[in-house]
């Protein structure tokens, strides 16, 4: 399987200089383009892109993968193509079924070339030059398509030796690009392997940005383990706004990995807060599994990370909102949705609940639905959904809760509230601890594995220690959420930062890779800080 990432160092974010304030740019785009530091569409209306990768050049009959990140609520995807340098061209025929396959799912399309990943420290990257020549010889299936795609001319294109280089092959790139007629809107990656930790885009954005004549240029961020604090993403992802120059995070993890912890909670909720697109490494076909929104390219089948970005907190479903082009929203659309019907509960547990409710209907078509817990005369999100029901997990215990949910269309209209419904959570189980275990993929010597700790006590548990044992020979050799520690057959886990506190009724998972032989029977027996836990 092919490898899907460069390697990273590991180091702190180089402090670089101060972004100069960028210049509105002088001629805009057909479709898609860049005003003031911000995506719009050909309309005016802001675009900002909520997404995945998916890797298209090494799994090219895999593009149901469209209809089903579109169904969970991307707006966006960022598709792998290969320019014939490194890994075999995708023919033009190709690339205009990728782009008729993102417009029929109502996607905006993010078209890269990977053979550039890691130029001057990866033998066998290809050159931005050579990208730029690839993109030249696709011009006729390209040209009328600026409202549905951006050109990302190539993926990481400079790894960690002498990333001053980066600056000029990327002026150069783009200034080719414009001189062949190309008007969309152009995306270019960071050098260091794309997370720019010793700060060459930064200090060089402004120059790179100018030698546009159009403006239409946006600037992508990768974020992984480089990215381990809030300080450092804050500070980078501000310090491009304040400076009114158009940045996205082009590829991001969450997993920890040998290089660190990336805080993914972080570029989230900054992204949602600043406006900034983002777009999560990767749909599915990791050669490291652990980046794996899917498993198997199912739908059906998140992982931990998968749920994280589709259903978490300032996630997809919570912020993506379906470009105007494909007609769900209008800027003359002012027309709400009807009110979502009476919300019904079922499934209630200690800590979750699921309801359902009568779809709501629309002029141009509902995008969403948001859940408010009502308290009084106040309201709080607590989920979103593209379909008309959710599943509300974090409750307490023995709690009477009240919900209600709005619809809204792409246009931004919010429907008038539902009725509401009142929930009362179950009792807390009995006992002070659960685990899940579940393998979630196998293959020739190894498996991943997926670990979930749920608090059945009625206080929260600040720190832990997970124990259990294998049957059959079976190692952690990587794990994300926890810190292993393994003598023969006995495993120990303490938590990551973020897994440290389970809440009363709460739960938190952690992820691993592990190697196996012919069996890979489960444990059978878990303790939680030296108490016994049951099983789920």
Same mark, same amino acid.
């Not at 719009?40 to 209809?67: C, I, K």
């Not at 190709?94 to 799912?105: F, G, M, P, R, T």
């Not at 969450?254 to 990336?262: E, F, I, N, R, V």
């Given at each position: 399987?092919?490898?899907?990432?460069?390697?990273?160092?590991?180091?702190?974010?180089?402090?670089?200089?101060?972004?100069?304030?960028?210049? $509105?740019?002088?001629?805009?785009?057909?479709?898609? /383009?860049?005003?003031?530091?911000?995506? *719009?569409?050909?309309?005016?209306?802001?675009?900002?892109?909520?997404? %995945?990768? /998916?890797? /298209?050049?090494?799994?090219?009959?895999?593009?149901?993968?469209?209809?089903?990140?579109?169904?969970?609520?991307?707006?966006?995807?960022?598709?792998?193509?290969?320019?014939?340098?490194?890994?075999?061209?995708?023919?033009?025929?190709?690339?205009?079924?990728?782009?008729?396959?993102?417009?029929?799912?109502?996607?905006?399309?993010?078209?890269?070339?990977?053979?550039?990943?890691?130029?001057?420290?990866?033998?066998?990257?290809?050159?931005?030059?050579?990208?730029?020549?690839?993109? +030249?010889?696709?011009?006729?299936?390209?040209?009328?398509?600026?409202?549905?795609?951006?050109?990302?001319?190539?993926?990481?294109?400079?790894?960690?030796?002498? $990333?001053?280089?980066? &600056?000029?092959?990327?002026?150069?790139?783009?200034?080719?690009?414009?001189?062949?007629?190309?008007?969309?809107?152009?995306?270019?990656?960071?050098?260091?392997?794309?997370?720019?930790?010793?700060?060459?885009?930064?200090?060089?954005?402004?120059?790179?940005?100018?030698?546009?004549?159009?403006?239409?240029?946006?600037?992508?961020? /990768?974020?992984?383990?480089?990215?381990?604090? =809030?300080?450092?993403?804050?500070?980078?992802?501000?310090?491009?706004?304040?400076?009114?120059?158009?940045?996205?995070?082009?590829?991001?993890?969450? !997993?920890?990995?040998?290089?660190?912890?990336?805080?993914?909670?972080?570029?989230?909720?900054?992204?949602?807060?600043?406006?900034?697109?983002? *777009?999560?490494?990767?749909?599915?076909?990791?050669?490291?599994?652990?980046?794996?929104?899917?498993?198997?390219?199912?739908?059906?089948?998140?992982?931990?990370?998968?749920?994280?970005?589709?259903?978490?907190?300032?996630?997809?479903?919570?912020?993506?909102?379906?470009?105007?082009?494909?007609?769900?929203?209008?800027?003359?659309?002012?027309?709400?949705?009807?009110?979502?019907?009476?919300?019904?509960?079922?499934? %209630?547990?200690?800590?979750?609940?699921?309801?359902?409710? &009568?779809?709501? &209907?629309?002029?141009?078509?509902?995008?969403?639905?948001?859940?408010?817990?009502?308290?009084?005369?106040?309201?709080?999100?607590?989920?979103?959904?593209?379909?008309?029901?959710?599943?509300?997990?974090?409750?307490?215990?023995?709690?009477?809760?009240?919900?209600?949910?709005?619809?809204?269309?792409?246009?931004?209209?919010?429907? !008038?509230?539902?009725?509401?419904?009142?929930?009362?959570?179950?009792?807390?189980?009995?006992?002070?601890?659960?685990?899940?275990?579940?393998?979630?993929?196998?293959?020739?010597?190894?498996?991943?594995?997926? +670990?979930?700790?749920?608090?059945?006590?009625?206080?929260?548990?600040?720190?832990?220690?997970?124990?259990?044992?294998? =049957?059959?020979?079976?190692?952690?050799?990587?794990?994300?959420?926890?810190? !292993? &520690?393994?003598?023969? =057959?006995?495993?120990?886990?303490?938590?990551?930062?973020?897994?440290?506190?389970?809440?009363?009724?709460?739960?938190?998972?952690?992820?691993?890779?592990?190697?196996?032989?012919?069996?890979?029977?489960? !444990?059978?027996?878990?303790? *939680?800080?030296?108490?016994?836990?049951?099983? =789920?």
């Amino acid at each position: 399987m092919t490898v899907l990432l460069g390697l990273v160092v590991v180091g702190a974010l180089c402090p670089a200089a101060a972004l100069a304030q960028a210049e $509105p740019p002088g001629t805009q785009a057909t479709g898609l /383009h860049i005003s003031n530091g911000r995506l *719009l569409e050909g309309n005016g209306n802001d675009f900002v892109m909520r997404g %995945v990768n /998916h890797a /298209h050049t090494w799994y090219p009959n895999e593009t149901q993968s469209l209809a089903d990140v579109k169904a969970l609520g991307a707006n966006t995807v960022r598709v792998v193509l290969a320019d014939g340098h490194r890994w075999t061209a995708n023919s033009a025929s190709d690339v205009a079924n990728v782009v008729s396959q993102c417009k029929a799912n109502k996607l905006i399309c993010v078209l890269e070339v990977h053979d550039t990943t890691g130029y001057g420290e990866e033998a066998a990257a290809g050159t931005l030059d050579q990208a730029a020549d690839y993109w +030249i010889g696709l011009k006729n299936v390209l040209a009328g398509q600026e409202n549905y795609i951006i050109i990302n001319i190539g993926n990481e294109p400079w790894g960690n030796t002498d $990333p001053a280089g980066w &600056t000029a092959p990327t002026t150069a790139a783009i200034k080719k690009l414009r001189a062949a007629g190309f008007e969309h809107t152009i995306m270019v990656d960071a050098p260091n392997w794309g997370q720019d930790w010793q700060g060459v885009m930064r200090a060089n954005a402004q120059s790179v940005y100018a030698a546009d004549t159009t403006g239409n240029l946006i600037f992508s961020i /990768h974020m992984y383990s480089v990215f381990d604090t =809030a300080a450092e993403i804050t500070d980078y992802l501000n310090a491009f706004v304040t400076a009114e120059l158009p940045l996205v995070i082009g590829e991001f993890g969450g !997993p920890a990995d040998q290089w660190g912890d990336p805080d993914e909670d972080t570029m989230l909720a900054t992204a949602e807060q600043l406006d900034l697109g983002y *777009l999560a490494w990767s749909w599915s076909g990791n050669t490291d599994p652990i980046l794996d929104l899917s498993i198997g390219f199912d739908p059906s089948q998140l992982s931990a990370w998968g749920q994280r970005i589709f259903n978490g907190v300032n996630g997809i479903a919570q912020t993506s909102k379906e470009a105007t082009i494909y007609g769900g929203g209008n800027p003359g659309d002012t027309q709400a949705p009807t009110a979502p019907g009476t919300p019904t509960a079922s499934a %209630v547990t200690a800590s979750s609940a699921t309801l359902s409710w &009568t779809a709501s &209907t629309d002029n141009a078509g509902v995008a969403g639905y948001d859940v408010v817990r009502v308290s009084g005369g106040t309201e709080t999100k607590v989920a979103a959904s593209t379909t008309n029901s959710v599943t509300i997990t974090g409750l307490t215990a023995q709690t009477a809760y009240t919900f209600a949910v709005y619809a809204r269309d792409a246009a931004g209209n919010r429907s !008038p509230r539902s009725v509401t419904v009142n929930v009362t959570t179950d009792a807390t189980p009995a006992g002070k601890c659960s685990v899940g275990y579940r393998v979630v993929g196998e293959w020739q010597g190894g498996f991943q594995g997926e +670990i979930t700790i749920r608090n059945t006590g009625t206080a929260a548990v600040n720190g832990w220690t997970l124990g259990f044992s294998f =049957a059959n020979g079976q190692t952690v050799s990587n794990m994300w959420g926890g810190t !292993p &520690t393994q003598t023969g =057959a006995a495993v120990s886990v303490t938590p990551a930062s973020y897994t440290s506190t389970i809440p009363a009724a709460g739960s938190v998972t952690v992820g691993f890779i592990g190697t196996k032989g012919a069996t890979n029977a489960a !444990p059978t027996a878990f303790t *939680l800080s030296g108490s016994a836990c049951t099983t =789920a």
